[in-house]
């Protein structure tokens, strides 16, 4: 088994399992986020109270189920390691091409775009997550935060954040867009009738979660800013 997690195969296929479990993740949070949607106030438009808002109802059982708590880390051990072993994999990669100029134009020639940019895309998403974190996984879960609701919208009033909100997930979906398809070939399924089924459900996947993500994002910032 060692030598089996130390080998490239067994690498890919960490990789790929990782990936599965973060891609998970992602539809739990975007549905999670989509209450957003529900709004803070009632049918005649007065302001619910915050308990009662049903985005703050599903912070408050994510921040509260034990479960949960647990998975979190588990959640942030899986994200590192997936990173460290898609760097690892990139440097072996590079390393197995060598420097001649015409084995890179040759694999740049031959590699979709955003499979040969899958490094930087992952260090990119890296970055917002640090910033994703610093703005509500701290403020929330070590400070005390009256209303998790205005919390997440205010920010979106800035221009500025949004924009950068809606770069990153356009990112992560040129990350996922060879992702999804790729751990499915890395542990082992690959068949002639569903790998192309499973290609065509990694674009439904990748454009779901990017334009959920930022259709939020966008909304918010027009709504915040009196445009809508």
Known sequence: ???????????????????????IFLLVHLGIN???FAGNTDCAGELLPKQEVIFNQASHFMATNPLIQVMQYVLALGFIYHILLGVVLTHKNQKARGKERYAVNHYAANTPFNSRTMIYT???ILVFLLLHLWNY?????FSEVPDDYLLVTSLFKSYGYT?????????LGTHLSHGFASSFQSVGFNHRIYTPLIKALGKIYFILI??????????????GNGLI
Do not use: D, E, H, Q
């Open 1 to 23: 088994m060692t030598r089996f997690f130390s080998s490239s195969i067994g690498r890919k296929f960490m990789m790929a399992l990782t990936g599965f479990f973060l891609m």
């Open 34 to 36: 989509l209450t957003l």
């Open 210 to 223: 990017s334009v959920g993500f930022a259709s939020i994002a966008i909304y918010f910032c027009l709504k």
């Open 122 to 124: 992952g260090l990119l």
């Open 137 to 141: 996984f701290i403020p929330i879960k």
């Open 163 to 171: 924009f950068i909100y809606v770069i990153a997930f356009i990112f």
